[in-house]
């Protein structure tokens, strides 16, 4: 069953310290005048004596440059490190030890790190219809978006990850949402299970093979509060079962041979 891992103080230091040696690539998630931003980043310096990590200001999806990080604001960040992902809430913190034309800013060395196998971040297939409703503007903007009645609109999940998921949609849908925008989504991803209810980025858009349309979104936030790693976890958990649902079959076909 997946689960994050919590990670020893003392071992929690040498990885944040070797992630830092290997100007390690990572992703920072911040929120931005009610919205999410997701960009990418590298760890470039510091270390737990001065209780800081510096990394470069993110680069968002096509390359454009998270516009401002802010003394005080709270800091998502996961990065890879062998079959695991790993990951802490932080800071930002003053960065008057770093030059200004580095490009670079400062975040609270991490209190605590948590890490999920990378497994749950590959895509499975729930084996069931799993109805999703989704709407323009993020979780936030739930109640508004009814009451102006510019609608909830229905998909069906086409396959799950700890990271995000990809929905069958109506091609009129798709077309409401470009690259970057913010979407809210809410699914029940096992029959009596939870409902879960979850911040997303639009990411794209796929012809598939039987004519239906797909697209993408990409969860956004859950890094950056213990609710939100929890929300994760169970994701995670569920991803688990639908992958060992998708092997039974081939199990049994060798096993058969």
């Not at 929300?231 to 991803?239: G, M, N, Y």
Request: glycine share 10%; with cysteine.
């Amino acid at each position: 069953m997946e689960k994050l891992i919590p990670i020893e103080q003392d071992r929690k230091d040498e990885i944040v310290s070797a992630a830092i040696e290997r100007d390690t690539h990572c992703v920072l998630t911040t929120k931005e005048d009610g919205e999410w931003r997701v960009g990418k980043s590298q760890m470039v310096g510091g270390n737990a004596e001065a209780g800081y990590v510096a990394v470069h200001l993110p680069q968002e999806s096509g390359g454009s440059q998270v516009p401002s990080m802010t003394v005080g604001d709270t800091v998502g960040v996961t990065f890879r490190r062998g079959h695991k992902k790993c990951m802490f809430s932080t800071t930002v913190i003053s960065g008057q030890d770093l030059p200004a034309e580095s490009k670079q800013v400062a975040l609270a060395w991490p209190q605590t790190i948590q890490e999920l196998q990378r497994r749950a971040y590959q895509r499975a297939k729930p084996g069931r219809r799993v109805r999703v409703r989704f709407w323009q503007g993020g979780v936030a903007a739930r109640a508004s978006v009814e009451e102006e009645g510019v609608g909830i609109m229905d998909g069906t999940l086409l396959d799950l990850s700890a990271g995000g998921m990809r929905i069958i949609v109506g091609e009129s849908q798709s077309r409401f949402f470009k690259d970057g925008d913010s979407v809210g989504c809410a699914l029940t991803a096992k029959p009596r299970g939870q409902t879960f209810v979850l911040d997303a980025v639009f990411r794209h858009e796929q012809s598939e093979s039987d004519g239906t349309v797909s697209f993408g979104v990409q969860f956004v936030g859950l890094e950056t509060s213990e609710a939100g790693r929890n929300t994760l976890a169970d994701l995670a958990r569920i991803v688990t079962d639908y992958q060992r649902a998708e092997s039974r079959p081939q199990r049994k076909q060798l096993a058969a041979h």
